[in-house]
């Protein structure tokens, strides 16, 4: 097998970092949380439409570009470990009960989350 293919092989094979991240203003303690599949690929694709001024959340939106981005922090909440005899496919309902507990846990703490 060439080196190409072998690195193909690899890449489909790696398990992805599964879990919650926040994106935080700074600002006025307001927060936006989201389950991802792959954290890092939805972490970046997050930064990508903030800065661009395409985000889907509209309060976030407006408060990034009032605020500017060093107003905000983006941290990973919490992360899955992806059993070896489990897709990511299996992990959407552990992903969205996990946002719901974080969810509940912030605003117990006073905290304003960004809606959907």
Request: proline content about 1%; glycine content about 2%.
């Amino acid at each position: 097998m060439n080196r190409k293919k072998e690195l193909k092989l690899q890449y489909k094979q790696m398990k992805k970092k599964m879990g919650l991240f926040t994106v935080r203003s700074k600002a006025n303690k307001r927060c936006y949380i989201e389950a991802a599949k792959d954290l890092k690929s939805r972490i970046n694709m997050t930064k990508f439409k903030l800065d661009f001024g395409s985000h889907p959340v509209k309060s976030l939106q407006d408060d990034w570009n009032r605020f500017g981005k060093d107003n905000f922090s983006i941290e990973i909440l919490e992360e899955i470990k992806q059993e070896e005899n489990k897709s990511e496919n299996d992990y959407k309902d552990e992903l969205t009960l996990l946002e719901m507990i974080w969810e509940e846990r912030l605003i117990m703490e006073k905290i304003e989350l960004y809606k959907k």
